[in-house]
């Protein structure tokens, strides 16, 4: 988390950025800069803003810091709304067409560079089903995104929102306290992939479902003919 409040704050720049972190972290990621050479905060910056998987395109510091000010006046409650509008308008046909939706939650679940958050807890979860109700407005259960916070309770939920899980990603997570995280083996993180896993299987069979609730491992390994590839669909390795 360091490396990233010190890309953000000291080589970014973001208006403010720094009322987004504590005293402590933004010490310890200034200290942190001061220790890199030119080739490490280079390769920082590269992880950071390079691009995104599916997509070939890269950006570099200044053309990043323009898209980010794009949402300097919306709120979470702006994207909320317009979530809710967009959600309004697909849904019927979504509906008539047999077609189940499935949002992903934020990655990670809070805050980076400012930026609104909007499907992060199980509070963002009963907003967003109590203002579309139909079950087609449904959620990709992103076990590793959920579970990168220790707020929540990943196997109460998977219970609680089994009705509307149309999509599983299983991944574990390890957690540090200063808010870092890093993929672990599915049965070492922090998570009870087990008993999350065992809460979606009792859900299945207690629903009224059309269908069952599909269950794939997150960032899974690189086919033969994808070596090389420019992109990494679903964060391959």
């Given at each position: 988390m360091a490396d990233f409040v010190a890309y953000d704050v000291f080589i970014l720049k973001r208006n403010q950025a720094d009322k987004d972190y504590s005293a402590d972290i933004l010490a310890v990621a200034e200290q942190r800069l001061k220790d890199k050479s030119a080739e490490d905060i280079a390769l920082l910056e590269k992880?950071?803003?390079?691009?995104?998987?599916?997509?070939?395109?890269?950006?570099?510091?200044?053309?990043?810091?323009?898209?980010?000010?794009?949402?300097?006046?919306?709120?979470?409650?702006?994207?909320?709304?317009?979530?809710?509008?967009?959600?309004?308008?697909?849904?019927?046909?979504?509906?008539?067409?047999?077609?189940?939706?499935?949002?992903?939650?934020?990655?990670?679940?809070?805050?980076?560079?400012?930026?609104?958050?909007?499907?992060?807890?199980?509070?963002?979860?009963?907003?967003?089903?109590?203002?579309?109700?139909?079950?087609?407005?449904?959620?990709?259960?992103?076990?590793?995104?959920?579970?990168?916070?220790?707020?929540?309770?990943?196997?109460?939920?998977?219970g609680k929102y089994a009705d509307r899980i149309h999509f599983t990603h299983l991944r574990n997570v390890s957690r540090d306290v200063d808010g870092s995280f890093y993929e672990a083996e599915h049965l070492d993180g922090d998570l009870d992939m087990i008993g999350i896993i065992q809460a979606l299987l009792k859900a299945e069979k207690n629903t009224a479902r059309t269908h069952d609730i599909f269950m794939r491992p997150d960032h899974g390994h690189l086919l033969a003919f994808e070596e090389g590839s420019k992109v990494n669909p679903g964060y391959s390795y």
């Amino acid at each position: 988390m360091a490396d990233f409040v010190a890309y953000d704050v000291f080589i970014l720049k973001r208006n403010q950025a720094d009322k987004d972190y504590s005293a402590d972290i933004l010490a310890v990621a200034e200290q942190r800069l001061k220790d890199k050479s030119a080739e490490d905060i280079a390769l920082l910056e590269k992880n950071i803003v390079a691009g995104l998987p599916g997509g070939a395109e890269s950006h570099g510091s200044g053309e990043f810091a323009k898209r980010v000010a794009r949402f300097d006046n919306v709120s979470n409650d702006d994207m909320r709304n317009n979530l809710i509008s967009f959600l309004e308008a697909v849904i019927p046909t979504a509906e008539a067409q047999g077609i189940s939706l499935a949002i992903h939650p934020d990655d990670p679940p809070f805050p980076l560079f400012g930026l609104p958050r909007i499907v992060s807890t199980e509070n963002d979860l009963d907003f967003l089903f109590d203002a579309v109700s139909s079950p087609a407005n449904g959620l990709t259960f992103c076990v590793g995104s959920f579970g990168s916070r220790a707020d929540n309770d990943l196997v109460n939920m998977a219970g609680k929102y089994a009705d509307r899980i149309h999509f599983t990603h299983l991944r574990n997570v390890s957690r540090d306290v200063d808010g870092s995280f890093y993929e672990a083996e599915h049965l070492d993180g922090d998570l009870d992939m087990i008993g999350i896993i065992q809460a979606l299987l009792k859900a299945e069979k207690n629903t009224a479902r059309t269908h069952d609730i599909f269950m794939r491992p997150d960032h899974g390994h690189l086919l033969a003919f994808e070596e090389g590839s420019k992109v990494n669909p679903g964060y391959s390795y």
